[in-house]
């Protein structure tokens, strides 16, 4: 999937030359702890569930798979980093895989709240995880890039349209936070293309849209329920899925020497969020 998959099996030697300018994430992630608690104090838990049960059906699986999916504790993923050498980037990438639990533990809280238990393994996240497991960090970048990049229109539409005020909050929580994950994602994928042939990078990029493209296509058979749940309709899903990483896509690999993009304006999170048009 990239251009050195030979070195990405060592998991030490893909990611470029060590990235400068991650403070702005550590940053960015120490501050957004505060963001988060108030997302979180505005959403009452302890309201009855009012979702219909075929759809709540569909939310129940849906959560279980984003439950499990986000509950790693990165720790290969930050040795890969490690070894890249830049101690900034590895601080904001740990404060990272925090986020992401705390995602796995809303769609806990989410599952509590559907009258619905957790699972213990399903085997595409087993498939997914050790599939990680052999790429070097630059790879396993990428793969979240397309992962992120296909469930961000859910995760809107969770925040927006979900049938039930509690998992609405959820999806604004989870979707606060993913719309900065995309661009902390593309900046040091960027630094990690830096000096990669052009010809090489359209390459990459060609694989790397087959590679969305298959995500989307799982994520629309898996969620779907879910997605209709929302008001989503499979097809939109999955082309605005597949164009949203086309645009990151374009971004790392169209101008992989450009500076840092930096956290998401206040009005891609309102976006991101609906949080200009909430409806509690
Ligand atoms: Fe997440
Ligand atoms: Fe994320």
Redesign the pocket.
């Known amino acids: 999937m990239t251009s050195n998959d030979a070195s990405d099996t060592t998991g030490t030697s893909d990611a470029g030359p060590a990235p400068a300018g991650f403070t702005v994430w550590v940053e960015h992630f120490v501050a957004n702890r505060a963001t988060q608690l108030a997302m979180e104090r505005e959403v009452d838990w302890g309201a009855p569930c009012t979702v219909a049960p075929a759809a709540r059906a569909a939310l129940v699986r849906s959560f279980q798979r984003f439950e499990l999916g ?1 509950d790693g504790d990165g720790a290969r993923l930050l040795a890969k980093a490690r070894r890249a050498g830049d101690p900034v980037y590895v601080e904001a990438l740990q404060r ?1 895989v925090v ?2 639990q705390r ?1 796995s533990a809303l769609f806990r809280r989410g599952l509590e709240h559907l009258g619905a238990p957790r699972l213990d393994e399903h085997w595409s996240d087993a498939v997914f995880t050790r599939l990680r497991r052999l790429l070097g960090l630059r790879t396993e970048l990428a793969l ?1 890039l397309v ?2 990049s296909v469930a961000m229109d859910y995760f809107t539409a969770l925040a927006t349209r979900a049938p039930d005020p509690v998992l609405r909050g959820i999806g604004r929580r ?1 979707a606060s ?2 719309v900065h ?2 661009r ?2 593309a900046d040091r994928l960027r630094q990690g293309f830096a000096g990669v042939p052009r010809v090489v990078r359209a390459g990459v990029g060609v694989l790397w849209t087959v590679v969305a493209a298959g995500a989307a296509t799982v994520l629309v058979v898996d969620h779907g329920g879910a997605l209709r749940a929302c008001g989503l309709r499979r097809g939109r899903v999955w082309l605005d899925g597949t164009r949203r990483f086309a645009a990151q896509a374009r971004l790392v690999l169209g101008t992989p020497e450009a500076g840092m993009l930096g956290p998401a304006p206040a009005e891609a999170v309102v976006a991101a969020t609906g949080a200009g048009g909430r409806r509690g």
């Open positions: 986000e990272l986020e992401e995602h979240f992962a992120e989870v936070d993913e994950h995309l902390f994602q």
